[in-house]
């Protein structure tokens, strides 16, 4: 599997994620507020897959064989996609920081939570379409057959650190996150 493609299906366990994150949103506008272990676990996900896994796999290891390839059309994708990465970084970080206030059911944390999950929702779901439509298909004509499955592999030894199926425990938390709600 190209290492693009193992991006892509994480993506699609994001957007599972995003849709239950959309449907809080939803549910908060209307004056029902999620309960605050929802936001918990949406915070790990985010923190802990789409963070320190998935972008941990662009930003370190993608990005930096295409930085050390040549500069290319490239580089103006790459710094676009850090800088979404780190805006993303800060709403769950107002979101983490939110969540006593809001357990605790007070309104200037309930406003925070709303107002960065709505932000984080449209910014990631802008951000996978762009990734796959656009940056991934510029990498694959970038790089070469070898590049990719060193890559790929680089990918897989990543994956192996963990010591679990990352991608079922990200499928997993994804539902849990349905659930909650």
Do not use: C, W
Not at 24 to 34: C, F, L
Not at 73 to 83: F, N, T
Request: hydrophobic share 40%.
């Amino acid at each position: 599997m190209k290492p693009t493609e193992m991006l892509v299906e994480e993506h699609k366990v994001f957007t599972q994620a995003l849709d239950s994150f959309r449907l809080a949103r939803e549910r908060m506008e209307q004056g029902v507020n999620p309960p605050a272990a929802f936001f918990e676990k949406a915070v790990d996900f985010a923190r802990n897959f789409i963070d320190k896994y998935h972008h941990f796999k662009e930003e370190y290891l993608m990005f930096t064989l295409l930085a050390e390839k040549h500069q290319s059309e490239l580089d103006g994708e790459i710094q676009a996609l850090r800088q979404q990465h780190e805006h993303s970084r800060e709403f769950v970080s107002e979101m983490a920081n939110a969540l006593g206030g809001y357990a605790k059911g007070k309104d200037a944390q309930i406003t925070i939570m709303l107002e960065n999950l709505a932000s984080y929702t449209t910014l990631l779901r802008h951000h996978i379409h762009r990734e796959d439509n656009v940056f991934y298909p510029m990498v694959e004509r970038d790089l070469s057959q070898q590049e990719l499955d060193d890559l790929a592999e680089l990918f897989r030894k990543e994956a192996a650190k963990t010591g679990r199926d990352t991608l079922g425990d990200m499928r997993r938390t994804a539902g849990e996150l349905g659930a909650l709600l």
